[in-house]
């Protein structure tokens, strides 16, 4: 064994963040490398139902990386959504399924592909190294999957994610449409949340050469209950574009069983 590898997804952690992590580390850790996940921030609710159903723990927190430490980022490569210190750390690999905007000093392992989630990048991972995946590990990469597709309804699914899927939930020992519907129940219940929070469910900060923007997402599976709440998100939207100085700020409620959604957009930029 190695350095130690810290293996984490991107801040405000989503299923596919957590799950990647540990997958992907626990891959690592088969290969010879010391290899531990992390996450970057408070677990969803729909994330605490995945672990707890495949009983896996969640990872300990990591407040920021320096220059001694060795890092794989799964499912971001931008640092505007990773650990604090990451430009100076030592970036070792990156798995993800996003655009890529990327610049590094050394060489290094960047595996990308345009898939609908990095927990399918990860299945092929294990079959190309030839680790076995147990019941655990098969549930952690089926939810991502299940998470980031909206259950297969996501524009950005593809036939091999389903496939994988299939595939994933024999060895997992579920059936993919009641687990998949209870999970993403499990995520979607805001009611107890205030609006802050609820903007900053599954929130992402982008900074373009011209422009700062973010963008927000919630889950529902009745959109008439977000909106409902529309003039106090609305408050809380105005807030973050003062204090984060953005030039627009967009909220997106989608309805993960009719795979529509409607949104809220604000800022000086917002047409
Ligand atoms: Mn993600
Ligand atoms: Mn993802």
Redesign the pocket.
Known sequence: MGNKLYVF??TKP?T??IASAIVFARLQKALGIDAVAYKLGEVNKETKYALKTFEVEEPQTLTSVDENCEVALV??NEFSQSAQGIEKAKIKMVVDHHKIKFETKEPMYFIAEPLGCTGTVLYKLYKQNGVDIDSQMAGLMLSAIIS?TLLFKSPTCTEFDKEVATKLASLAGVDVESYGKEMLKAGTDISEFTPFQVINMDSKEFDDEHIKFEISQVNAIDLNSVFSRQSELEDAINKEIKEKNLDFYMFAATDILNANSKIIAIGNKAD
């Open positions: 997804g991107h989503d596919d963040s499912d971001h980031d």
